[in-house]
């Protein structure tokens, strides 16, 4: 089967996206693992670390 021609739409794309990120515990925003999803994998420091660099505005945190 041949999907050749067939396009996506970015509303489509989008939410697809989204639900990828929900299904996975992510942050649609970011791309991070959301707060609690860290915290139930016992990485509390990570994310609280993480989550204070994003609120500063850290280029390091977002690229993690």
Do not use: N
Not at 24 to 31: H, I, N
Not at 37 to 61: C, H, M, N, P, W
């Amino acid at each position: 089967a041949s999907m050749k021609g067939d396009v996506l739409d970015r509303k489509g794309f989008d939410k697809m996206l989204r639900k990828f990120y929900e299904l996975r515990s992510w942050d649609p925003e970011t791309g991070l693992l959301k707060k609690e999803a860290l915290r139930e994998l016992e990485l509390k420091d990570v994310a609280e670390s993480t989550f204070i660099e994003l609120a500063k505005g850290g280029q390091d945190a977002k690229q993690a």
